[in-house]
């Protein structure tokens, strides 16, 4: 991994985990949520003009990206419903980079060297302990609504990381896939919750766009990474969003972090470093 793409997936860290804490944060999460949805849109306009179009072949997975965001972003709703970011978001970011290594080693003809290995199996363990904490101190609802988000989060990595590289262009298939995203969502929420438009109103416009760019853009970089370095790779390195999340969590939430929690983000840590001296 070139040190251009290890600087823009640790930016792309710190993007998303501002979006999340906005997410988190707000009153209301299911608003919060789809008002950041809907906010991509805009961006995602600029992107498609600016890009060519995505090669046919990869509409099955532009399709299938899409379905899986619009999963991963109502159970990430949820979760914030039952639990604290520091809990909640380590769980469900770290899960993912664990399930695409052993997929991509399986399936996808991926070779990882020893340190690579090693800073992935180092980011497991931390993630293990934060499970553990997640286990004991939440209850069995905030734990499996975290654990399905990360799986959510597993398959857009591994669905968008592919269908971005048949594309032949990162920034146009995101765009298009934020789009059909929001389209997708709009119908959700019409069909269970159309009370939510009525509301939109409420959200501060200022705080919907700085969360919508914040969030496209943490996105965008990560498939262009994809198209850069190992799929499995760059989904480690940007669980390093966790770091980032736990800071926010401390001095902006003010949550509070113990000593389990700040060591298994240590553990998380190393295993960030590891990846880039891995390679």
């Not at 990360?150 to 048949?166: K, N, P, Q, W």
């Amino acid at each position: 991994m070139s040190p251009v793409v290890f600087s823009a997936v640790l930016c792309s860290a710190l993007l998303h985990a501002g979006w999340n804490s906005f997410v988190k944060g707000s009153a209301r999460k299911d608003l919060a949520t789809f008002s950041i949805v809907l906010a991509h849109v805009p961006v995602a306009i600029i992107g498609i003009m600016l890009s060519p179009t995505p090669d046919m072949a990869s509409m099955g997975y532009l399709a299938a990206g899409s379905v899986l965001h619009v999963g991963y972003q109502l159970f990430l709703m949820r979760s914030y419903m039952h639990g604290d970011l520091s809990q909640i978001y380590p769980l469900a970011r770290g899960l993912s980079p664990v399930l695409i290594t052993i997929i991509s080693l399986l399936f996808l003809n991926v070779s990882l060297n020893g340190i690579e290995l090693s800073a992935i199996a180092i980011i497991a363990t931390g993630i293990a302990m934060q499970a553990r904490s997640a286990w004991k101190n939440q209850n069995a609802q905030s734990f499996l609504l975290a654990f399905a988000t990360g799986c959510f989060i597993m398959g857009y990595s591994l669905v968008d990381g592919t269908g971005a590289r048949i594309a032949g262009t990162a920034l146009g298939f995101y765009s298009w896939l934020s789009i059909l995203n929001a389209v997708l969502m709009v119908i959700y929420m019409a069909i269970f919750k159309p009370g939510l438009f009525r509301e939109l109103r409420t959200v501060s416009p200022l705080n919907a766009a700085i969360g919508g760019a914040g969030s496209f853009c943490a996105y965008a970089i990560v498939i262009w990474a994809c198209t850069q370095a190992p799929i499995a790779l760059v989904s480690a390195l940007r669980e390093s969003s966790i770091l980032f999340a736990i800071l926010i969590a401390r001095f902006v939430l003010k949550e509070e972090i113990t000593r389990h929690r700040m060591l298994a983000v240590s553990l998380i840590a190393t295993g960030v470093v590891l990846s880039r001296l891995g390679h």
